[in-house]
């Protein structure tokens, strides 16, 4: 905000700065009296301690302001401020006593912030104490030593002159062993803001309420049919919890006018918690045992969201200005803000039964430059929520104007104003640090509102993930900021909505003035690039089961949950994360593989080969495609030709078989692959090679085929010996008177019959020796079993093939 937007636009009237006018010089009368009393002051204490003894003791007692109400006074009322004071010297301070002391009204803003800044700084301007009666003495203050104070005044005993921001001191004056005369020892200094009658106009106030917590959910689910989810730990039970973080927020912002800022993974995590789940405890995971804790939390968030606007953020919070700056030349990686976007409405509305609004795109601390807006208003919305000290104010407005700036392409950048917004930042849990974030928050708004005489919206956004110390200062702020007199709230989609300041700087500025601080901790390219190389097996995945969802969903989320702004200044944490999705994803498409096989032996020119797709999923896989190929088709064939491709599909828990047709042209070993390809031609899962003996003649087949031989020459010798005989016989007849035929035997006329007889039956004798005995041994050639039974182990060395 420029310094310029300090100054107010518009001036009392005569008889305030009459008022005001008097009211300074009665209030400065003392001080010009003690400053006139100085001079004599010095000599008595000449022969005192030196002045570097004097610096020493100022400032040596701690004033803490732990309480003060109420916050912003009106006509009538007692303000009462309650503390300690503690002596942090060496020396103990006596007759000491705490006292109230009222500035001048603080004109601008600045003003505010540098009397925030010192507000114990004893070389300042001190303001006189307003009445000694309201003050409360103490003895002694000894080393060490801490004393609670109380003390209520009449509001109108403060004096307070016209409406505005009012420096209020709380001081401990007293006397040292070193300086034995009354000097202020200790301040705390805070606000007051004096707005009695009702502002008119009263500024619109929008205060964004964020319920966003760090990434809870695992990848992982169980392999039963209601996927049983898995928590990283149990962190997020402690934070719904009662007296958590997030059950804190919940509580204080059922009593507020907000706008409720909601992470969906946040809800969906919590959603997940009220039935089954577990908990990863080391190597193993634990049954949760928080239900009843995470149903009570969404019960009493829906009721304090009832009738209230929401703004649901992209699943997860992904961190867009990381994106815009190291992930949008990584392909994919806007289609994951996309993604993360669509998910809303299946998300949030079941959950809360509010329908929620999608519109605003809000990146980290407000810190825009024109890539982040172009990143955050590519998933549809229309209005990126910006903060003022990023979208800074150049036209020297000596006001700060509404937040609705259009800059262009139908986009409304909602910039949210800084000094109100970073109010509720750093350790807020001791009682005097949140009374005085709210004193300065209170303070800062009502100097807004005075600064011109035209109604304004004003937005205020916290740190997205406000710790419990810190929510409960900013509800105590805002309630009494819409129980005040100058402010009204407002809805984020109205001041969205609001017509915008002519004056007010629209120009976005380039990424070279995003601040150092945030670049160093946003997520780098390497990020997005594992991101995208987990979608892509992801997607070759999902294509071969029977039903994608059961993985597409967890995983889907785990990747929107690895862009999350969460990880911001966690970067061990992150790359943790990201390894353990794709890790868990590699094991399960690991599921799905080819059984390993050893070198196969091809006996004969052709035969069929086995290959084994093990399916260890629950589900059914498919349809793939196997491909066979041959490294050397000159040798070995698949089907003729150098591959062939065959469909298959695998039921959860099983494997099956595709038998491949081959042929070999010559004899020698040949390098098959075996692959898996999905339906759309990309490679799956790790390929399987192993090597073909080819043998075209084998010694067994030369020992059957020798064997062939050999019966064949013993029977033609056999026949060759038998007729020798038969035509020995034939001669040995004829020199005993016969006459006959050469050839043909003479017929006997008392048995005509007879040589048809002789000869059956030497037809028969032979057949008999040359008829294999039924008691033979089983003969080499005889057909054996080609491979032995499938397993989902390798195949043994010198596997044989189906021919």
């Known amino acids: ?22 009211t300074a010089l009665l209030a400065g009368a003392p001080l010009v009296a003690g400053l006139l009393q100085l001079p004599a002051a010095g000599p008595a204490h000449a022969d005192g301690p030196s002045l570097a003894q004097a610096d020493a003791d100022a400032g040596s007692v701690a004033v803490a302001v732990d309480s003060l109400t109420p916050s912003a006074p009106t006509d009538g009322d007692t303000v009462t401020v309650s503390g300690t004071v503690t002596n942090n010297g060496k020396q103990t301070v006596t007759d000491a006593h705490v006292g109230l002391r009222v500035g001048p009204e603080v004109n601008t803003r600045s003003s505010v912030d540098a009397i925030a ?110 996927q049983t989810p898995v928590l990283l730990n149990d962190d997020l039970a402690k934070e719904i919890s009662p007296g958590g973080r997030l059950n804190q927020m919940v509580t204080l912002g059922k009593e507020l006018d907000v706008t409720w800022v909601v992470d969906p993974d946040l809800l969906a995590s919590v959603d997940a918690m009220t039935g089954s789940y577990r908990v990863r405890d080391g190597d193993k995971t634990v049954a949760g045992a928080h239900q009843a804790v995470a149903k009570q939390w969404l019960a ?142 209170l303070a800062q708004s009502l100097a807004l509102n005075l600064q011109t005489g035209e109604q304004r919206s004003v937005v205020v956004a916290p740190q997205r993930m406000l710790s419990g110390s810190q929510a409960r200062a900013m509800a105590d702020a805002l309630r009494a900021l819409q129980g005040g007199t100058w402010s009204e709230s407002q809805k984020l989609a109205a001041a969205a909505a609001a ?48 039903d994608p969802s059961r993985v597409v969903t967890p995983f889907g989320r785990a990747l929107n949950r690895d ?91 099983h494997s099956q078989s595709v038998k491949f047709t081959t042929s070999a042209n010559a004899n020698g070993r040949a390098t098959v692959i075996a692959q898996l390809y999905t339906a759309d031609g990309r490679k799956y899962g790790e390929p399987v090679t192993f090597d073909v003996k080819v043998t075209e003649i084998t010694a067994t087949v030369m020992l059957v085929i020798g064997g062939g031989v050999l019966l064949l020459v013993l029977a033609g010798f056999r026949m060759y010996t038998q007729r020798k005989r038969a035509a020995a016989r034939n001669a040995e007849k004829g020199e005993d008177g016969q006459t006959e035929e050469p050839g043909e035997p003479e017929d006997d006329p008392e048995n005509p019959e007879g040589s048809d007889e002789r000869l ?22 005889d057909p054996t079993p080609d491979t032995a039974a499938e397993s989902a182990d390798p195949s043994g060395t010198g596997e044989r093939v189906d021919r």
Do not use: C
């Open 117 to 226: 800044k010192d507000g114990d700084d004893l070389h300042r301007s001190i303001a006189p104490e307003i009445d000694d009666k309201y003050t409360e003495k103490f003895s002694k203050l000894t080393p060490g030593v801490s004393e609670h104070f109380n003390i209520s005044v009449p509001v109108d005993d403060l004096n307070l002159g016209e409406d505005g921001v009012y420096e209020f001191a709380v001081s401990l004056s007293g006397e040292t062993s070193s300086q034995p005369w009354d000097r202020v020892l200790g301040i705390q200094r805070t606000f007051l803001p004096w707005q009695p009658d009702g502002a008119a106009p009263r500024t619109k106030t929008t205060a964004l309420w964020p319920l966003v917590s760090t990434t809870h959910m695992a990848a992982e689910t169980g392999p039963n049919e209601e």
């Open 300 to 441: 009493e968030l829906q009721d304090a969201v009832a009738d209230k606007e929401v703004v649901a953020l992209p699943f997860a919070d992904p961190d867009l200005a990381s994106l815009a700056h190291n992930g949008t030349d990584v392909t994919g990686s806007l289609n994951q803000l996309k993604s993360a976007t669509d998910v809303i409405n299946n998300t949030v509305e079941p959950i809360l039964h509010v329908k929620p609004s999608t519109d605003f795109a809000w990146p980290v601390d407000g810190a825009v430059d024109r890539s982040i807006v172009k990143v955050a208003t590519s998933a549809g919305a229309d209005n990126v929520i910006a903060r003022s000290d990023s979208l800074q104010e150049t036209s020297g407005l000596p006001y700060t104007p509404s937040a609705a700036r259009p800059i262009g392409g139908g986009t409304t950048a909602v910039v949210t104003d800084a000094r109100l917004s970073k109010a509720f930042e750093g350790d807020l849990t001791k009682a005097s640090a949140s009374t005085l974030a709210v004193q300065r928050f």
């Open 760 to 781: 059956k039956e030497e037809s028969e004798a032979e057949a008999s020796e040359a008829r294999p005995r039924a008691s033979a041994p089983e003969q080499p050639s």
């Open 499 to 546: 017509k915008p300041d002519p004056d007010a700087t629209t120009e976005v500025p380039g990424p070279s003035s995003y601040p150092s601080a945030l670049r160093k901790n946003e997520l780098p390219r390497s990020a997005f690039v594992e991101i995208a190389r987990t979608q892509d097996t992801l997607d070759n995945f999902k294509v071969v089961l029977s």
């Open 563 to 653: 862009m999350s702004a969460s990880w911001r200044g966690r970067a061990d944490e992150a790359e943790s994360f990201r390894a353990g999705v794709k890790s868990y994803l590699d094991g399960l498409t690991g599921r799905v593989r080819l059984i390993d096989k050893s070198e196969t032996k091809l006996s004969g020119r052709s035969a069929t080969i086995p290959v084994t797709v093990q399916n260890n999923l629950v589900q059914d896989v498919g349809p793939l495609v196997l491909r066979l190929t041959s490294t050397n088709p000159t040798r070995l064939e698949i089907d003729g030709a150098d591959y062939q491709e065959q469909p298959i599909s695998v039921s959860g828990g």
């Open 1 to 22: 905000m420029a310094e310029a937007a300090d100054f107010q636009g518009t001036s009392p009237s005569p008889a305030r700065r009459w008022l005001r006018r008097t």
